[in-house]
């Protein structure tokens, strides 16, 4: 069955310094990943997508396919990334969307 | 563009009770997804439609919950009879099908409180 873990619950990190948020998966075909982020009091929204390569907001993510991985990395971290994060796995097949428990990243001053 | 809308936003209702949620996707997104968020967890898919067709419910707990989308747009979720441990947000979704660079957009969801 496909899934997603993220291993940390909770993540305390002081600002400024590097931040990794772990994430693997297992899925037989070629899976679609992405980083979902919910600010506090606001929605769930789309920080990343694996397809995109992009940096937003100073994070980045590589796909590891040999290692079934999606972490999600910053290099200095700041207050205003203090956050939930889920990973997420689409499926190539059907579109169904699968989340992680999430990680709360907790930036401290 | 306007965002994925839901309503209400908040529910309290008593054990055995009957409860239904309604969600308006962004125009023109074929696909929609209902997901259960139980605090302290991440969301779980209950059931997804391509257009008014469901692809997936199988961890749609048929025997209490049902979910239609009439005519492919708006899409109502249903809990008849709740139970305590259906307490939780109820978030929907919507995206375009697969394509280069789509993604499911969120609604601010449904936090129903059952006592």
């Known amino acids: 069955a496909q899934r997603v873990t993220q291993p940390e619950k909770l993540l305390s990190v002081f600002k400024g310094a590097p931040v990794e948020l772990k994430c693997n998966y297992s899925y037989s075909g070629s899976p679609e990943l992405f980083w979902y982020v919910q600010y506090s009091r606001q929605r769930l929204q789309l920080l990343l997508r694996?397809?995109s390569r992009e940096s937003i907001k100073g994070f980045t993510a590589d796909l590891n396919k040999g290692e079934t991985s999606f972490h999600l990395k910053k290099p200095f971290a700041q207050e205003e990334d203090s956050a939930m994060y889920y990973c997420?796995?689409?499926?190539?097949?059907?579109?169904?969307?699968?989340f992680g428990k999430g990680t709360r990243l907790h930036i401290l001053p | 563009e306007a965002g994925v809308a839901q309503s209400p936003r908040y529910k309290i209702i008593e054990k055995r009770q009957s409860v239904a949620f309604w969600c308006n996707p962004i125009?023109?997104?074929?696909?929609l997804y209902w997901y259960q968020q139980i605090l302290g967890q991440g969301p779980k898919l209950l059931i997804q439609?391509?257009?008014?067709?469901?692809?997936?419910d199988s961890q749609l707990p048929k025997d209490r919950f049902s979910a239609e989308r009439l005519k492919g747009v708006d899409s109502t979720l249903k809990i008849q009879p709740a139970k305590l441990e259906d307490s939780a947000v109820y978030l929907c979704a919507s995206s375009i099908p697969r394509g280069p660079n789509t993604e499911a957009f969120f609604g601010q969801g449904t936090r129903l409180t059952v006592v």
């Open positions: 439609f391509q257009n008014n067709g469901v692809v997936d």
């Open positions: 997420a796995l689409r499926e190539n097949r059907d579109d169904k969307i699968i």
């Open positions: 125009s023109g997104h074929a696909t």
């Open positions: 694996h397809i």
